[in-house]
């Protein structure tokens, strides 16, 4: 078992930056592949970053690509999130999330791909 937390929400005016990190328990993460997801109040959850076990190879949606960086320290058990440029869109809770199969290499958008989920972090961005 794995337990996710996130931490480092908060509100913050458009255009400025947040780092969201979430911390692992239970097992170590450097052999999962991770990710970051968002959810917005009445709309899906959907992808916003993932990074593989080493680091190498990251992926981001369309929407933060240029503006976010997702990153991981394996040593200490924690992936990050760094968001710059921020705009009011961005407001969503910011799940992190493990996936222990391996199996998103190729759905690594779909929320399926992934079977270890934090609780969320609340990111507000006013205008």
């Known amino acids: 078992q794995v337990q996710l937390v996130e931490s480092g929400g908060g509100l913050v005016q458009a255009g400025g930056s947040l780092r969201l990190s979430c911390a692992a328990s239970?097992?170590?993460?450097?052999?999962?592949?991770m990710g970051w997801f968002r959810q917005a109040p009445g709309k899906e959850r959907e992808f916003v970053a993932r990074i593989s076990t080493s680091g190498a190879t990251t992926r981001y949606s369309d929407s933060v690509k240029g503006r976010f960086t997702i990153s991981r320290d394996n040593a200490k058990n924690t992936v990050y999130l760094q968001m710059n440029s921020l705009k009011p869109e961005d407001t969503s809770v910011y799940y992190c999330?493990?996936?222990?199969?391996?199996?998103?290499?190729?759905?690594?958008?779909?929320?399926?791909?992934?079977?270890?989920w934090g609780q969320g972090t609340q990111v507000t961005v006013s205008s």
């Open positions: 999330a493990a996936d222990s199969q391996g199996i998103g290499a190729v759905q690594f958008k779909s929320s399926r791909s992934y079977d270890y």
């Open positions: 239970g097992r170590t993460l450097s052999t999962y592949p």
